[in-house]
């Protein structure tokens, strides 16, 4: 089975910077994908960047990026130019390579952030 | 817009009471799937369903049970609610053989007292 870690509960970051997100992984899985999903207030899971582990080239979507590490199974997010509207918890999630019906997300517990002026 | 909506925002119910939360997508997907979020836990699935009268155990599935008669409609049943059971719920539909590609619901909050 697979476990994802999100190891900082909480995080904060000052509008205009740069802050990065920890997420770990473990599986005995060669190909699988990771993800980062965004949760507002609103409550509405939202997809922020997906990574193919068969990839080398690590993911950018606009200002989220990701650190990808293959060998020390870690996935981190980074947030460059932070907006108020970055402001949710983020989930890093884990899906195995095989999209069938059985292939289903495995999350972490999450990271809050918050973005003060 | 494809959409995942979940029929109650805030629900309240007495413990022992049967409970129905319900799920439908309009995107024609195979897959459903009902999540728990808890503070600290992050999101565990509890059953998914693959097809219509499917269904398949999640993570953790005691003290629910889930039906699925049509492909667009998923239900969560917690049979005798319990205090325990107080959290929110996250519905999710899927595309089989898409790459992601979750479309999730705006969740459930229950509250069992």
């Known amino acids: 089975a697979q476990t994802v870690t999100q190891s900082q509960p909480e995080m904060s970051v000052q509008e205009a910077e740069t802050v990065t997100l920890s997420c770990t992984y473990d599986t005995s899985e060669s190909d699988y994908y990771l993800f980062w999903y965004k949760q507002p207030p609103s409550r509405q899971m939202i997809l922020v960047i997906r990574q193919e582990a068969y990839k080398q080239q690590n993911a950018t979507e606009n200002r989220f990026s990701v650190n990808f590490q293959k060998a020390a199974k870690s996935f981190s997010l980074k947030i460059s130019d932070s907006q108020l509207g970055d402001a949710a918890m983020y989930f890093c999630a884990f899906q195995g390579a095989y999209t069938g019906t059985a292939s289903k997300l495995t999350f972490g517990t999450g990271t809050r952030l918050q973005v003060t002026l | 817009d494809v959409k995942v909506t979940q029929s109650s925002r805030y629900l309240v119910k007495r413990t022992g009471e049967k409970v129905f939360l319900e799920c439908v997508q309009d995107?024609?997907?195979?897959?459903m799937f009902w999540y728990r979020q808890d503070p600290g836990l992050g999101l565990r699935l509890i059953y998914f369903?693959?097809?219509?009268?499917?269904?398949e155990k999640g993570d953790i599935p005691e003290g629910y049970s889930v039906s699925r008669e049509k492909k667009e409609r998923f239900s969560l049943i917690l049979e005798s609610a319990s205090t325990n059971q107080t959290s929110m719920y996250l519905c999710?539909?899927?595309?089989?053989?898409?790459?992601?590609?979750?479309?999730f619901g705006s969740g459930t909050r229950l509250t069992v007292v």
């Open positions: 999710a539909s899927r595309s089989t053989g898409a790459l992601g590609g979750y479309t």
């Open positions: 369903s693959y097809d219509v009268k499917m269904k």
């Open positions: 995107m024609d997907h195979e897959n």
